[in-house]
């Protein structure tokens, strides 16, 4: 069983920053592929960033040169800096994670509100 814990959300202007993490235990962090999801009120959860084992890196467009998701793998965190934020950005933003031959995100954290104001 992997446990998820993020933190770093709160209420910004538009057009400012903050940086979310993602605390992982429980049993080994080793392959595990990470990923940030988010759901805004009245929508489905969508998918924002992942990164696997190795570093590699994948953005929805959305926030491509805004977001930039990274992990420590050594302290088993992972981390989401987010610049220039929107108002539509605004959400709950979620961790997850998977092992590398999973299908889907299978394990994923209690969510940390993000709100952006205009």
């Known amino acids: 069983q992997v446990l998820l814990v993020e933190s770093g959300g709160g209420l910004v202007q538009a057009g400012g920053s903050l940086r979310l993490s993602c605390a992982a235990s429980?049993?080994?962090?080793?392959?595990?592929?990470m990923g940030w999801f988010r759901q805004a009120p009245g929508k489905e959860r969508e998918f924002v960033a992942r990164i696997l084992w190795s570093g590699s890196t994948y953005y929805v467009d959305s926030v491509k040169g805004r977001f930039t998701i990274s992990r420590d793998n050594a302290n088993n965190t992972v981390y989401l800096p987010m610049n220039s934020l929107k108002p539509e950005d605004t959400a709950v933003y979620y961790c997850?994670?998977?092992?590398?031959?999973?299908?889907?995100?299978?394990?994923w954290g209690q969510g940390t509100q993000v709100t952006v104001s205009s």
């Open positions: 429980g049993r080994t962090f080793s392959g595990y592929v």
């Open positions: 997850a994670a998977r092992t590398p031959s999973a299908a889907k995100f299978d394990y």
